[in-house]
């Protein structure tokens, strides 16, 4: 449905920049912003590459595992119904952490197999358990300590201090975290008291 969307937007654009006879615009404009999204994929590369590297220092200095120990009984009390030393707390605590540091593209194949470990827990079905649903919402909403993409972004846009947002940032998605659990637990119960009706 998506991709009907944005074909749909794209020839809308072109339909109106020939009418409005503004097509050299749009050129410039696919040209210019290829350019840019090349440029801004290179920047990003060399602050993900940083991070990432931070993060392998810090799994082997043995910080994951500390804050990994640390969030444990958090996770189990959002995450109920996976049993203890199951697979998918070990993939959803390393995707917490990943997000916490803004490391999105790291937390992404931790989150998928999280997912499956879970999907596993769900007998195989298509339809979503409540833990799968909680952890969309923790992975969608996330908190995040240090946005390393968005000061990739600023680096390579010239801001002259990209790490401004660090606080704006850490107060955004803890609000939109605390948010998304308290609708997530909002619609849980409401469909357990639901059904004991």
């Not at 009418?19 to 801004?40: H, L, R």
């Not at 799994?59 to 120990?69: D, R, S, Y």
């Not at 995707?95 to 769900?122: D, H, R, S, W, Y």
């Not at 659990?181 to 849980?188: A, E, T």
């Amino acid at each position: 449905m998506v991709n009907y969307i944005w074909v749909g937007m794209m020839v809308t654009g072109f339909i109106v920049a020939i009418f409005s006879g503004n097509v050299d615009k749009v050129n410039a404009a696919v040209f210019k912003s290829a350019q840019e999204a090349v440029t801004i994929s290179l920047g990003m590369i060399s602050i993900l590459v940083f991070w990432l590297g931070l993060m392998k220092i810090a799994e082997k200095g043995g910080l994951l595992e500390f804050l990994a120990l640390l969030f444990r009984p958090l996770v189990k009390r959002l995450f109920p119904d996976v049993p203890e030393g199951h697979p998918a707390l070990g993939y959803i605590l390393s995707n917490m952490v990943a997000n916490l540091f803004g490391l999105g593209n790291a937390a992404t194949p931790m989150g998928i197999k999280a997912m499956e470990q879970l999907k596993l827990l769900n007998g195989g079905k298509n339809e979503a358990s409540r833990s799968m649903i909680t952890l969309l919402a923790i992975n969608t909403s996330s908190i995040t300590l240090i946005p390393t993409t968005i000061i990739a972004i600023r680096m390579n846009y010239g801001s002259q201090n990209p790490t401004d947002i660090v606080g704006t940032t850490l107060m955004a998605t803890a609000v939109s975290t605390v948010f998304s659990l308290s609708i997530d637990r909002f619609f849980y119960y409401r469909s357990v008291r639901k059904g004991k009706k």
